[in-house]
């Protein structure tokens, strides 16, 4: 949601933090801010927009070896320097990730105590409590082991303290790493802000606090020092550049049969090594998908995949709604929690929740130690690398992988799928990253000159062909800022077809060969109403006729992985479309790439 840094070290901290801040810049670009100490005072910069903003600020001839730095998605309070990070009340100094749900309590707490508030966040808030409670002992230990109890929500925090050379940090479910570097070390709220620099570093878990020196990093839990595992940050800094690309979201398109391909390495060689990396799915007889965004669309393939598989009944829920519902599940449940950051609050908390009533949990995410991946009783990794772009490509169709593979596990488990069968569906699994391939290189440029200026574009499909069709409307939306709308294409007719008119785009997907004909009559429904039909279809359902504008024939494979193919020329569109657009297509507007907050 937000992005926070810190540095203590040899070098200078407003350089190193610039940096960083560039590479968390896609957790939150509404505005930004550093922090530094100078012979013991504390200078604070800040602009609103993107970081190059906040360099036009800073004065880079300013030595200091300490420093904070932030990026922010705001969530309570405008967009203002005011209401930017670091904020700074008392001796106290801090950035934040996360929300203090009980802000107003202590607010009013804080205006008892004649502390007189500037911005309208939380995080000032929280800044002005810590201080009052740092003011009655002049301890930060006991101070932020107070607040454990005292604050309610999730933090990441960075923290300066005035007259002390020591940087701290503590957090409770916003994703925050302490990292190791030589006479320098560092905490960021993800390992790519300060890759350039390290790729050793610490977990810090909830409640627990580091002090960091220049050449020391202690970890306090329950006020005890702790030794904690050092952990190897295995993506390269390659990852984390475009090599070449416009975009990272085009650069992540591109990358996407290469990783389809190293995944199905790993986990398809046979079906022994399949059903190894499985869970024993035979005991559940109901899976429950939760997620949010792409990866709750993926979870809605998933249910197509998983039911026509395995003959077991899936309900895919968006995490925000089924952390408050009321939930039906026995011993015989598993819930699945996707999640390409491991980090979005809904899907955690979806997943404390399955915890506490005992159920088994499986997490399908990319990010290594991950709170997702950390809390759930298994966890399946899709390997995607760094994903920078906001708007997901590589790792929602690496889901879709994942969840084939579950599928065709949990198939054979069960002993729907035998081996003759396993064997028939590996070969289009061989010939799967090829097909995706020649997607990615195909060539939609004139398709998204036709329709780039419409103010509404339809997608339509069936079964699994509606949940790609959500993607590919998702997809547009948050890059191209057009409104869009996908609908099961037996739905329309239900009223949404009034809004269809003359060259109105409607894009049509039909891969899935059981519902094909109906799917093809409710296309000829809105294309007699003069929509500008843009027809995907798979190649062995493909026919000509004049109920389309535009066609797109994909090569089919089966009915586990089309979608994989499937989606690529809706990713192209949208990315197409954004860029005639002039859109800032890797950070969209009011977007994050982690959503740490409800
Ligand atoms: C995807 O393009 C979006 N940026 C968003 O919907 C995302 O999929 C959603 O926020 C879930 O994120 P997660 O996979 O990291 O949990």
Excluded at 182 to 201: F, G, H, R
Excluded at 313 to 320: D, I, M, N, T
Excluded at 335 to 349: F, K, N, P, Y
Excluded at 521 to 537: D, Q
């Amino acid at each position: 949601m937000c992005g926070i840094i810190g540095y203590i070290g040899k070098n200078n901290a407003l350089k190193v933090i610039t940096d960083g801040l560039k590479q968390l810049e896609y957790r939150g670009y509404d505005s930004a801010g550093i922090a530094i100490k100078n012979n013991n005072e504390i200078k604070i910069f800040k602009s609103v927009g993107k970081i190059k903003e906040l360099e036009k600020k800073i004065d880079y001839t300013i030595q200091s070896d300490i420093g904070i730095g932030h990026t922010r998605w705001a969530t309570h309070g405008s967009v203002n320097i005011t209401n930017s990070h670091p904020h700074k009340v008392g001796s106290i100094t801090l950035v934040h990730n996360g929300i203090i749900e009980n802000y107003e309590q202590l607010k009013q707490e804080l205006i008892k105590k004649n502390y007189q508030l500037k911005s309208d966040t939380d995080t000032e808030i929280a800044c002005g409590y810590i201080d009052y409670l740092y003011q009655k002992d002049k301890n930060i230990i006991t101070t932020l082991n107070k607040i454990k109890d005292i604050f309610k929500g999730s933090y990441a925090f960075a923290i300066l303290v005035d007259n002390d050379n020591y940087l701290y940090a503590t957090r409770k479910d916003s994703p925050l790493i302490i990292a190791k570097g030589e006479n320098e070390n560092y905490l960021a709220s993800d390992v790519p802000a300060i890759l350039k620099y390290t790729n050793q570093y610490y977990l810090l878990d909830n409640y627990e606090i580091a002090i960091l020196e220049k050449d020391n990093i202690k970890i306090l839990k329950d006020n005890k020092e702790i030794k904690k595992e050092l952990l190897t940050f295995n993506y390269n800094i390659e990852t984390s550049l475009k090599n070449g690309y416009d975009h990272f979201m085009l650069k992540e398109i591109n990358e996407q049969d290469k990783l389809v391909e190293s995944l199905i390495n790993i986990y398809l060689q046979d079906k022994k090594t399949l059903l190894n990396k499985m869970p024993d799915f035979k005991k559940y007889n109901q899976i429950h998908i939760v997620a949010c965004g792409s990866a709750y669309h993926a979870g809605l393939v998933g249910k197509y995949l998983i039911e026509k598989y395995a003959n077991t009944k899936v309900y895919v829920e968006v995490a925000s709604e089924y952390r408050y519902n009321k939930l039906f599940f026995d011993k015989k449940t598993l819930v699945i929690i996707i999640s390409q950051s491991g980090e979005t609050a809904d899907s955690l908390a979806s997943l404390r929740i399955a915890k506490e009533n005992k159920i088994d949990t499986l997490a399908i995410v990319n990010v290594y130690g991950s709170s997702i991946a950390r809390e759930a009783s298994k966890t399946l990794y899709i390997n995607a690398g760094c994903e920078i772009a906001v708007a997901t490509t590589k790792a929602y169709t690496l889901q879709l992988l994942m969840l084939s593979f579950i599928a065709l596990a949990m198939g054979i488990q069960k002993e729907l799928i035998d081996d003759s069968s396993f064997e028939d569906i590996k070969k289009y699994y061989t010939k799967l990253p090829q097909l995706m391939h020649n997607e990615i290189k195909r060539d939609l440029k004139n398709i998204a000159k036709n329709i780039y200026k419409k103010n509404n574009i339809f997608f339509i499909g069936r079964g699994i062909d509606y949940a790609l069709s959500l993607e590919g409307s998702l997809k547009l939306k948050e890059i191209s800022y057009i409104h869009s709308e996908a609908y099961p294409a037996g739905e329309l007719k239900h009223g949404t077809i009034s809004l269809i008119e003359k060259n109105t785009p409607v894009i049509a997907i039909v891969t899935d060969e059981n519902i094909y004909e109906k799917t093809i009559s409710n296309i000829k429904e809105v294309a007699s109403r003069g929509a500008y039909v843009i027809l995907i279809i798979s190649k062995h359902l493909d026919k000509d006729g004049d109920f389309y504008n535009e066609k797109i024939v994909i090569e089919n494979t089966n009915s586990l992985i089309n979608s994989l193919t499937a989606i690529i020329p809706l990713q192209l569109l949208a990315y197409n479309i954004a860029l005639l657009k002039g859109c800032d297509i890797d950070k969209p507007r009011n977007l994050a790439k982690s959503v740490t907050v409800e």
